[in-house]
């Protein structure tokens, strides 16, 4: 009798023994997602997510676990010392290792601000700045001198285009100029455009 009561003492010791470590198992990998989320500030949405994979996963780890500590059996207990065994890690060695966490990631960050902002940023505004100097002002200024020739050339289209109006001193009769009229503005509109090619070129 009294060697039976040993055995089943014993076994009720390492089966608490048991349900604790599971708890502590289960802290830490809640404490995995939480670091997560110290690393890199995950929005509402992705919070949302992670609790309900850790749950899902969580909740089929404690169920094979209790069924396999216990050869098939489910017992109450079991998930009580669970949940007490979470409890204990949490309060003690989570918090200092998610103490630690963040301490290690605003080091990290501040390293990686420092680097960036007196390394990294420099050499970048300046290729930046020089890109928009050089090749972005001159592409706008090639842009600007062949819309200006193009503009140009539309209105020297629409001057040979224009008709004459007929006058009414002439009883309706269209009115034409005489030819030095219009060798003199052929020779404006020419030099005008000569000098918009020349404008161009520059």
Do not use: H
């Not at 094979?64 to 669970?82: A, D, E």
């Amino acid at each position: 009798m009294n060697i039976d009561l040993l055995i089943t003492n014993g076994e009720q010791a390492f089966s608490f023994v048991e349900a604790l470590t599971v708890g502590v198992f289960v802290g830490i990998y809640y404490d995995i997602f939480r670091i997560l989320r110290k690393i890199f500030d995950c929005k509402y949405v992705s919070v949302v997510i992670q609790d309900l994979f850790f749950w899902l996963t969580a909740s089929v780890g404690i169920f094979f676990s209790v069924v396999w500590f216990n050869q098939g059996t489910f017992r109450l207990y079991f998930l009580v010392l669970i949940f007490v065994g979470w409890l204990i890690y949490y309060f003690t060695l989570g918090f200092v290792l998610l103490f630690i966490t963040d301490f290690a990631v605003k080091r990290i960050r501040k390293i990686c601000r420092f680097i960036l902002e007196k390394f990294l940023l420099p050499p970048y505004r300046k290729i930046s700045r020089w890109i928009s100097e050089k090749i972005v002002s001159k592409a706008k200024s090639k842009v600007k001198s062949r819309l200006q020739i193009w503009l140009n050339a539309e209105k020297i289209k629409a001057i040979f285009r224009r008709k004459p109006k007929p006058s009414p001193a002439l009883g309706g009769e269209i009115r034409r100029k005489p030819q030095g009229g219009v060798r003199s503005r052929l020779f404006f509109i020419k030099k005008k455009f000569k000098k918009v090619l020349k404008s161009a070129e520059k």
